[in-house]
């Protein structure tokens, strides 16, 4: 199977900061890299497809990059809402998601 | 609107079984592949299974090959979650979720909690 993994575990943010969030693949996924962000006590919510592509209502501030094995999410300008918990997921073979990102306040 | 309704959480012992349910209303069911995701208390997201449009096609997370099994009713507009010999380490959450481009999970039910306890 496929692994990821992301960096860091945990950040400490403050509003209007620009965040960046790494995730990794074992082997190269191409683009098969998605995003979501979920809330303690809530469903995941998906923020990015295809690595780069803004899933329909979600705020222009989140951005996807990469391709092959590394890719980013960057938040632009952290809003208060954005302090939640995010994860990557290939699905270029047996889906896997990432171990999380927990995005707090400073 | 799409809406995804998960049903038929609760406890249940060790090695016992539990059939989960997941409404779907909002779209055209027949028209997607749909997965079944967990995440067991206070840890992260665990893909667990996903199904075919027409049902021809299943995979499943090798923990659970053998004792899960996901199936679908489109004229019901359902997918399903059979768990047989539960164990204590399957306790989740169990979220259905819609696929779209390249397998992404771009809607989500609420979730149905399963607890595997004696």
């Known amino acids: 199977d496929i692994q990821m993994t992301q960096s860091p575990s945990s950040l400490s943010a403050s509003v209007g900061d620009r965040v960046t969030i790494t995730c990794r693949a074992s082997?190269?996924?191409?683009?098969?890299l998605h995003w979501y962000q979920q809330n303690p006590g809530k469903a995941p919510k998906l923020l990015i497809y295809a690595t780069s592509r803004l899933q329909s209502g979600v705020p222009s501030r989140f951005s996807g990059s990469g391709s092959g094995t590394d890719f980013t999410l960057t938040i632009s300008s952290l809003q208060p809402e954005d302090f939640a918990t995010y994860y990557c997921q290939q699905t270029y073979s047996t889906v896997t998601f990432g171990p999380g990102t927990k995005v707090d306040i400073k | 609107e799409v809406q995804l309704v998960e049903s038929g959480g609760g406890l249940v012992q060790p090695g016992g079984s539990l059939r989960l349910s997941c409404a779907a209303s909002?779209?055209?069911?027949?028209?997607?592949?749909m997965s079944w995701v967990r995440q067991a208390p206070g840890k992260g997201l665990e893909w667990v299974a996903n199904i075919k449009q027409d049902g021809s096609e299943k995979y499943y997370v090798d923990s659970v090959k053998g004792r899960f099994t996901i199936s679908r009713d489109n004229a019901r507009n359902s997918l399903f979650l059979q768990m047989n010999s539960l164990r204590a380490e399957d306790t989740a959450v169990y979220y259905c979720?819609?696929?779209?481009?390249?397998?992404?999970?771009?809607?989500w039910g609420q979730g149905t909690l399963v607890t595997v306890s004696s």
């Open positions: 979720a819609r696929e779209g481009w390249l397998s992404a999970a771009n809607h």
């Open positions: 082997q190269s996924i191409t683009n098969y």
């Open positions: 909002g779209f055209t069911f027949s028209e997607y592949w």
